[in-house]
């Protein structure tokens, strides 16, 4: 039977039983298992596959899926006998993050006991029998009754809360006389949520207790795996975490299996006819890296491209890019620079550290290049080591022609409340008329200039520098295909302002 594209579907048995397409990612719960390690965080930039990758796992190693062998019989883990007895042996907890969009604390708290609320009452079995104590039979209780009605009349303790899992964890293993594996997708969430609403503090320190609970001082785990987009610094919710391996964009480790190599994308448009069309999905859709494998593509965009057969920026319009239009606004005008540098096509070469620490995002001004190549949106070409400490300093470029597109539309949105004036700015500067030009720049500066003004440690002299720079950006995105556009270069015996280059160049008989 041909194989259908079924867009969003994120969970596995769903996909396998349905017949719809799916590349083979089995081997990852080989590779997995056969690491050893206690706790695994892997990090990678949204609609990479991280969900059902997760959802596989669950089904792989649940005893919910005994019996469900099918599900796995055509795939390559199931070429080694010792893995078919695997299948299906193990108590497994599984929760996701994903939903845990709150704009204050107390709603994001919420959600969280909410999601471990409904793993509760999925293993409401457990309290048949005398395997419980009256204690542990009573969390089932609070943790409904609250969620139910979160009201200050029934409340309930971070401590409680922190313990929850560890708790329903020793059930489990009583119960089946094995050991847990605990999965949790998009752990992140929550923390960007907290980070941009401002309650970032409280919420670490509620995540801290529950991860160091469950994920350290929990002797009836097997092992765990987390996913996410970011890799937070182990000084903030992993502080005491010492068992946690960090699988980043540039570790070696998992590299395949998550997202589709080139070999895998160019066998799926053979498969459904548009096999002439490999080097314009390669233009659109290549440039991610994980470790020194390249040529990634993103699953989301070549899965739409093959139900469609159009090409889009099907990827860089399921997010808003807050956070990233955010930081970049109130950025200094060295970082803009740099994004004009990427603009044009070129490389930056920037140090950074690969575990974002949120709390600094807007004092350390190379947060931003973390942040941007763990989002997915900008690549590394190369990483070169400095100094005897050995130091990392990454080449970075963006992606590819989707994730240009995305920062074209960030740019232009930044003017969007006086888009007259700055076209009308554009159309003067164009026609060499100074005194509109004077006029536009003064209403563009008088509509947008605060979007510009909201720095940390703003002063007379870095104000102007960061909308100047803003303001070149969006030259940049609307003059791309006709001028190349330089700005605060050297050039004779001092600096201009703005260069506009012609890219094709009359020739006049």
Request: glycine content about 6%.
């Amino acid at each position: 039977m041909e194989q259908i594209i079924s867009i969003g579907k994120q969970d596995y048995e769903e996909i396998i039983k349905e017949n719809y397409f799916y590349i083979d990612k089995t081997d990852l719960i080989r590779v997995w298992w056969e690491s050893g390690d206690d706790v695994t965080l892997i990090t990678r930039p949204r609609r990479f596959g991280k969900t059902l990758n997760m959802s596989m796992l669950k089904c792989f190693f649940s005893n919910q899926y005994a019996g469900k062998s099918y599900l796995f019989k055509k795939h390559s883990i199931w070429k080694e006998k010792k893995y078919q007895k695997l299948q299906g042996t193990f108590p497994v907890i599984y929760l996701s993050f994903a939903d845990v969009k709150a704009d204050n604390y107390e709603e994001c708290r919420n959600g969280i006991i909410a999601i471990i609320n409904e793993l509760y009452q999925s293993h409401r079995y457990l309290l048949q029998g005398d395997i419980m104590t009256d204690g542990e039979k009573e969390l089932f209780r609070v943790l409904d009754n609250y969620s139910n009605n979160p009201s200050p009349d029934k409340k309930i303790t971070n401590e409680i809360v922190a313990r929850s899992i560890k708790t329903l964890s020793s059930c489990l293993m009583r119960y089946y006389g094995k050991k847990v594996i605990i999965l949790l997708d998009e752990y992140d969430t929550p923390m960007q949520e907290a980070y941009v609403y401002g309650f970032w503090e409280e919420l670490t320190t509620f995540i801290r207790a529950l991860f160091n609970s469950t994920f350290k001082t929990n002797p009836y785990m097997e092992r765990a795996m987390l996913t996410g987009i970011t890799g937070v610094s182990k000084e903030s919710i992993f502080s005491d975490l010492n068992n946690l391996n960090v699988i980043t964009a540039v570790s070696e480790k998992y590299a395949s299996y998550f997202g589709f190599t080139e070999e895998e994308v160019f066998y799926a448009l053979e498969k459904f006819g548009l096999g002439n069309q490999k080097e314009e999905v390669k233009n659109w859709y290549d440039g991610f890296s994980f470790g020194r494998l390249k040529d990634i593509y993103n699953p989301w965009s070549i899965t739409n491209y093959l139900d469609k057969k159009r090409f889009d920026t099907y990827w860089a319009s399921t997010s808003s890019n807050g956070l990233i239009s955010k930081l970049l606004k109130i950025s200094a005008s060295d970082i803009k620079e740099k994004m004009e540098i990427l603009l044009s096509g070129e490389e930056i070469i920037v140090n950074f550290d690969e575990q974002i620490v949120f709390e600094q995002l807007e004092q350390n001004a190379n947060a931003i290049w973390s942040l941007m190549v763990a989002s997915g949106y900008l690549k590394i070409e190369q990483i070169e080591y400095r100094g005897t400490l050995r130091t990392p300093w990454y080449h970075l470029k963006i992606t590819n022609l989707e994730t240009m597109s995305m920062f074209s539309s960030m740019f232009q949105n930044w003017f969007t409340v006086s888009s007259n004036s700055y076209n009308g700015f554009i159309e003067a500067l164009l026609s060499g008329n100074k005194k509109e030009m004077n006029a536009y720049m003064n209403e563009v500066a008088l509509a947008t200039f605060s979007s510009f003004d909201v720095g940390r440690h703003p002063s007379g002299r870095t104000e102007p520098e960061r909308f100047y720079h803003g303001f070149v950006l969006g030259l940049l995105v609307q003059l791309r295909d006709h001028y190349v556009v330089k700005s605060n270069r050297e050039s004779g015996y001092g600096r201009y302002d703005v260069l506009l280059l012609p890219l094709i160049k009359r020739i006049v008989p």
